[in-house]
Nanobody, 129 residues
Framework: RVDLMESGGGSVQAGGSLRLSCVIS??????????MGWFRQATGKEREGVAV???????RYRDSVKARFTISKDSDKDTLYLQMNSLKAEDSGMYYC?????????????????????WGQGTQVTVSS
C-alpha cells in the first residue's frame, strides 16, 4: 500500500502563493511504477483534478490552473510538490495528493478524471479577497 501525507496549506490573500508538499511512503512496487497528482474539492462541489505527473516527469494541468500552478517531484526525497502562484478565491478548497500504479502508456486528463487509488488526508487552502 502507498501512504501519502500533505502539508503546506493555509490562508492567503488573492494573488498570493503557497507551496504544498506530499510525502510518499509504503510503495508496494517500485516508485517508478507510480503516477501521482493533486486534486481539490471546494465546499459543495465535486472533487476535481488539478495536476498530474507520470514516472517520467511529464505533467498535465487543469486548464484553469495551467498558467499559475506547477507540479513537481523529488524522487530522492519521496516528495511531491504543488507550487501555486497568483491564487484566486476560486482556488480555495481541500487539496489532496494521490497516486496509482501506471504503465508507460498511462494517460490522465485532470480536466476530466478525478480519481486515483491511494489518497492523502488533505490540506486546506483558503484564498481571501
Amino acid at each position: 500500500r502507498v501512504d501519502l501525507m500533505e502539508s503546506g496549506g493555509g490562508s492567503v490573500q488573492a494573488g498570493g502563493s503557497l507551496r504544498l508538499s506530499c510525502v510518499i511512503s509504503g510503495y508496494t512496487y517500485s516508485r517508478t511504477q507510480y503516477c501521482m497528482g493533486w486534486f481539490r474539492q471546494a465546499t459543495g462541489k465535486e472533487r476535481e483534478g488539478v495536476a498530474v505527473i507520470d514516472s517520467n516527469g511529464s505533467t498535465r494541468y487543469r486548464d484553469s490552473v495551467k498558467a499559475r500552478f506547477t507540479i513537481s517531484k523529488d524522487s530522492d526525497k519521496d516528495t511531491l510538490y504543488l507550487q501555486m502562484n497568483s491564487l484566486k478565491a476560486e482556488d480555495s478548497g481541500m487539496y489532496y495528493c494521490a497516486a496509482e500504479l501506471c504503465s508507460a502508456s498511462w494517460s490522465y486528463d485532470p480536466n476530466i478524471d478525478a480519481d486515483m487509488d491511494y489518497w492523502g488526508q488533505g490540506t486546506q487552502v483558503t484564498v481571501s479577497s
